[in-house]
């Protein structure tokens, strides 16, 4: 489950960026396919890891706090529209892109945890 995590993060990260560099829209469509697909299974197999490796009785708790992500998206929807308002969308999205990436990375070298994961 962790590596498929690693990887399902990846994907989204490497479309975020393709699709920030497309400029025709029949390009874009499997771009964007391919970039929910990754986070569909980010979310989904994070939601089951969560469930499965937090003892019972603190599982209400970490997810609450893991749904707290979501309760945030707006914030980032926020940053990346004020992102997109001065630079401009594709710059915004290669931003976005690249914050991904850096912070997979980051993760990846700090915690091992995650890829030995099963």
Do not use: C, H
């Amino acid at each position: 489950k962790g590596q498929l995590i690693i990887l399902s993060v990846a994907l989204t990260s490497v479309t975020m960026l393709a699709f920030s560099q497309v400029t025709s829209i029949y390009m874009a469509f499997p771009i964007l396919i391919a970039s929910s697909v990754g986070m569909m299974v980010f979310f989904s197999t994070s939601s089951a890891l969560v469930q499965s490796i937090v003892p019972d009785e603190f599982r209400g708790r970490v997810t609450s706090i893991s749904m707290f992500s979501f309760g945030m998206m707006p914030v980032g929807s926020l940053a990346a529209g004020v992102l997109a308002q001065r630079l401009g969308a594709p710059t915004a999205m290669l931003v976005a892109s690249g914050v991904v990436a850096f912070l997979l990375v980051a993760f990846i070298l700090n915690s091992r945890l995650l890829w030995n994961t099963k």
